[in-house]
């Protein structure tokens, strides 16, 4: 607090969850024992938060009586690691096995102006060269959780603004892949609630329900993957999109990105997975040649954007990460981005992404070597190995061989490389290899989409991780954008710029006195 100004508390929610009851009369079933607050209240060490983060500015008090004249004696509470512990409060997600003395905290306050946003207080207690707000690459599960809540309203919203205006016939003829499911639930709603207002249609989606069953096997990121939730009990629930983010529940956020990417690896007529649908059209190699060379340009600029201007080691660097390193996942990589590159190289490459623990085998490593060679696995091959758009890869191979190269020279370069991507796909008579591989691109794809919207709202990174994973917080994020995030949400979706320094006073009251003041633009 702040002398005589300002007490701030904080205060424990006593309400049982989901009752829309914020009374105690149904008490929550962890913070409703008294014990439980009585051990968070004792692993909090105040004194180090006043010292480290608040400069000593405050000081601490036990009780909103405990100044002027209401002031009255309440017993204190000692700060003691041991009751934590104690009460159950370490364990995974929690405190793990350390000392609550040694939690970093970082805090970020922004006041909110009519054209941009201050940065009124940015610290934390890391005694180190690392900035933890804007410096640093955190899983922040909660705030994936968010960017992804956001994702999906963005979704809704934008299906309102293209069929509301429909009559219901007009609605009827929209033709969906079936996979699409907030297409299809938007067409659904708006059939039945005619003239819906989008406020509505949204408070509509927050009630939609998912399972947090963790029983299900995900195949996503290139693999077959399952997850877990925080609390066992919520296994059994089947929760609304309002209900997943208050207790946090997993397995809700990767249902709902689940359907987030499937809906813009399904919407667009056109798009790669409606070529799926009839393998016996005789106009598919047509089209199918047209698609590719279209959707290929496409990607070729946009990994263009991403790399041109890098060094070789920094598009290394920006390539590796969306990547989780496997030593075959590392070969398909290095053998498409430096295909000239010798043996020695790649044993380098994988000592530097892999940690020590998994080391591999030199006889593994030649052989790897040799297997993910340009002239025994396809680009495709190498492309789905790595979980890397194809493409993407080639655009970090050839600008290393050919720094300085335009984006026309690059369109011009992978004509073949376009084709080759998409074709292969519809060669093979293995239906289920076939598919694994056309999905596993189309989810590449889908996530391109969602990292884009992403940096519309401040998302760090220049890449995410293409896996259901990133709902939870796999590609991580920093806590200086979530709180510009924050700043998008409450200014109405707008972003407004975040303004650092107005001015500096330098030697006030001498003949050396200097300001400097911030102009706009």
Known sequence: IAPGIWIVQMWFNLSKPFDNDPSADAPHPILGDLRVRQAITQAVNRERINKELLEGRVFDIDSPFDVGWMQCQVEPFVYDPEAAKAAGLQGKGLLGHGDPAKVVYSVTLLERGEQMNYLRLQTDNFDQPLDINDGAKLDLGSTAKLRTLVSYLDIIANLHQRYSALDAGQLKEIELDPKDTLSRWSLDYLLQHPGSELDAMLQAALERRYSANPAESFFTGGGLHTFNNFRREDNSRTLSVREGPRNSVNLVFVRLMRDVVHHYMFQAPGSSATLLRDSKDPRRAEYLSRFADREGREFIHRFVAKYQGQSAAQAEELLMQSVRPTPARLASIYRTIAPEAGLDGFKTFVKDHLDSEREVDPDRLAKLYEQYSPDKASL???????????????????????????????????????????????????????????LSLLEVEGFLEIHRQWKRM????????????????????????????????VNGGVRKPVERIQALHFAAATPYETVLQHQAG
Do not use: C
């Open 458 to 489: 401040g998302y760090p990174f220049d890449a995410l991780v293409p896996s259901y994973a990133s709902a939870l917080g796999a590609s991580a994020d920093r806590p200086a954008a979530l709180a510009e995030l924050m700043g998008i949400l």
């Open 380 to 438: 495709a091959d190498r492309g789905f190995v790595a979980t890397v758009h194809p493409l993407e890869l080639w655009v970090v191979g050839y600008l290393r061989s050919h720094p300085g190269a335009t984006a026309a020279q690059m369109i011009a370069a992978s004509s073949a490389e376009r084709q080759t991507v998409y074709r292969w796909l519809f060669s093979t008579n293995r239906k289920h290899a076939q598919d694994s591989r056309i």
